[in-house]
Structures are given as structure tokens and as C-alpha cells.
């Protein structure tokens, strides 16, 4: 089986920096994404990690240690429209199959 | 490239009646996802199509549910009988597996409600 964890709600300001974990345990493993979703909308990719390291997509970032079953996306210059639910989640070896955390809701202050 | 469109946005039946829901992909992409989400919480599978062939459907799916992917382009996802616990949003993903990068494109999703 699988089991993602990731924290319910975060709360940032506007400019600063924000982490936001998700640990992972599964029976296989091609890949981890990052997907934002405003309320109401469908989920929009945002990263993809299948090998440890830091990818870098502009304002975003996402890592991933597989031999920790952990990764984080690192979100800069933090701006009222990154408020949205962040999901997390993990491809299966054999399908492209995904399975998803409950996701981390984000709060930008002013 | 449109993305993926899904039909209908919103649905309202009566507990016992039967639903389909259709999505159209990315016309290039052989997969083809289904998923439930209810809210606040993430995107739970279904099943999943590459081609035309099913190649996995969850556990959680009773037999109430049933989907097809008939000429490997649209897919139907069918609903028998419909319970209340059956209220959800319904979403549609497609990708291309290429370089085993499964990028998945949601569409906008089909939300049912049960009364």
C-alpha cells in the first residue's frame, strides 16, 4: 500500500519563503510530483522528481531524498495567489499510477 | 491542444439513479486517469486506461462503478445505483508515459451530488 503525509495548513506572508513537506511510504516508486490547486479548481503540475535532488522551476522548488521517502516544495517570493492546496504525490512503479496526499492548504497574508 | 474537457461540470440525481460522466483527453495522450475527491481531501484513483485497455481499477471501486475507453480517445465513467456517499467531484487526467514521466492534465472535473 501506500501512505503519504503532508500538514493540513500552512500560513505564510507575502515575500517570504515557505517549505512544505511530504513524507511517503510506498511498494513503489517512479517519481514524485507536486500539484497546486486553487479551491474549486482541478489540480495544475507544478514538479516532478524521480532522482534525489533539488529541481528548480522558477519561483518553485522541489526535492526529494527516496532513500528518506521525503521531499518538500520550496515556494520564494511568496505572492496572494500561491494561497491554494499544494498535493503531493507519488507515481507507482508499474502504472504512472498516482497516489495523492490530502494536500497542505496555503495561506498568503498581506 | 484544447486540454481535457469533461461532461458535464455539474450533476444533481436522486439516490438509486444511474450517472455517466465523459471525458475527452489531450488528443495525443494513450492515458487516461479517473479520480474522486471530496473535499479537503486529495484526489483518490479509480482506474485508469492505457489505450483502450483498463489496466487497473481500485479496490475501493464497487461494482457499481464501471468505466470504458471504447476507441482509446474518450472515456466513460458510469455510475449504477448512486448513493449519497457517491457525492464527489469527479476528475479526468490524461498523459503520455514518455521517459517515465507521467505528467498528469486534469480536467476541470464533473461534480456529482446525490440527493
Known amino acids: 500500500g501506500q501512505n503519504i503525509d503532508q500538514p493540513t495548513e500552512m500560513t505564510a506572508t507575502e515575500g517570504a519563503i515557505v517549505q512544505i513537506n511530504c513524507t511517503y511510504q510506498t511498494s513503489g516508486f517512479n517519481g514524485l510530483f507536486w500539484y497546486q490547486q486553487h479551491a474549486g479548481e482541478a489540480p495544475t503540475f507544478l514538479s516532478y522528481?524521480?532522482?534525489?535532488g533539488l529541481e528548480e522551476k522558477g519561483r518553485f522548488s522541489s526535492f526529494l531524498s527516496r532513500s528518506k521517502g521525503y521531499s518538500y516544495l520550496l515556494l520564494k517570493e511568496l505572492q496572494m495567489k500561491d494561497s491554494a492546496s499544494y498535493l503531493c504525490a507519488v507515481s507507482n512503479t508499474n502504472a504512472g499510477k498516482s497516489t495523492f496526499g490530502d494536500g497542505t492548504t496555503l495561506t498568503v497574508k498581506p | 491542444d484544447t486540454g481535457v474537457s469533461q461532461d458535464p461540470r455539474h450533476k444533481i440525481t436522486k439516490r438509486g439513479q444511474n450517472v455517466t460522466f465523459r471525458c475527452d483527453p489531450i488528443?495525443?495522450?494513450?492515458?487516461l486517469y479517473w479520480y474522486r475527491q471530496t473535499l479537503g481531501q486529495g484526489p483518490e484513483f479509480l482506474t485508469y486506461?492505457?489505450?483502450?485497455?483498463?489496466?487497473?481499477k481500485s479496490r475501493l471501486l464497487s461494482d457499481r462503478f464501471s468505466a470504458e475507453r471504447p476507441k482509446g480517445s474518450f472515456s466513460t465513467l458510469e455510475i449504477q445505483r448512486t448513493e449519497q456517499g457517491d457525492s464527489a467531484m469527479y476528475l479526468c487526467a490524461s498523459s503520455l508515459a514518455r521517459d517515465s514521466s507521467y505528467e498528469q492534465y486534469f480536467g476541470p472535473g464533473t461534480r456529482l451530488t446525490v440527493t
Open positions: 486506461f492505457q489505450n483502450e485497455a483498463q489496466l487497473e
Open positions: 488528443s495525443e495522450h494513450n492515458r
Open positions: 522528481n524521480v532522482l534525489d
